[in-house]
Nanobody, 123 residues
Framework: QVQLVESGGGLVQAGGSLRLSCAASARTFSSYAMGWFRRPPGKEREFVTAINWSGGSTYYADFVKGRFTISRDTAKNTVYLQINSLKPEDTAVYYC????????????????WGQGTQVTVSS
């Protein structure tokens, strides 16, 4: 397993932007597909986006609609989630996760999880 630590969350006004980071401990970081999930208050955890081991392929949930961008920096063992045009409904705890799958969108396909970072969007 790999240890993951998210950062970059916070309180932001609607229409603003945030970049979340997820630092991985493993030297085999490049072997993992990485994903972002979120859990809105009072709701189930949901898939947001994933990126494959090389960074050459990505997959997004339908609700993203061009506002979210996932990327990875293998040299820094870090995956990022850029969120633009934030909406109050984006308020959630955001989690990154690591998987040996290709572009998994189901939580059960992920082996390691971070502790989450809170994103709160005010209207």
């Amino acid at each position: 397993q790999v240890q993951l630590v998210e950062s970059g969350g916070g309180l932001v006004q609607a229409g603003g932007s945030l970049r979340l980071s997820c630092a991985a401990s493993a030297r085999t970081f490049s072997s993992y597909a990485m994903g972002w999930f979120r859990r809105p208050p009072g709701k189930e955890r949901e898939f947001v986006t994933a990126i494959n081991w090389s960074g050459g392929s990505t997959y997004y949930a339908d609700f993203v609609k061009g506002r979210f961008t996932i990327s990875r920096d293998t040299a820094k063992n870090t995956v990022y989630l850029q969120i633009n045009s934030l909406k109050p409904e984006d308020t959630a705890v955001y989690y990154c996760a690591a998987s040996f799958g290709r572009l998994p969108s189901s939580a059960y396909e992920y082996d390691s999880w971070g502790q989450g970072t809170q994103v709160t969007v005010s209207s």
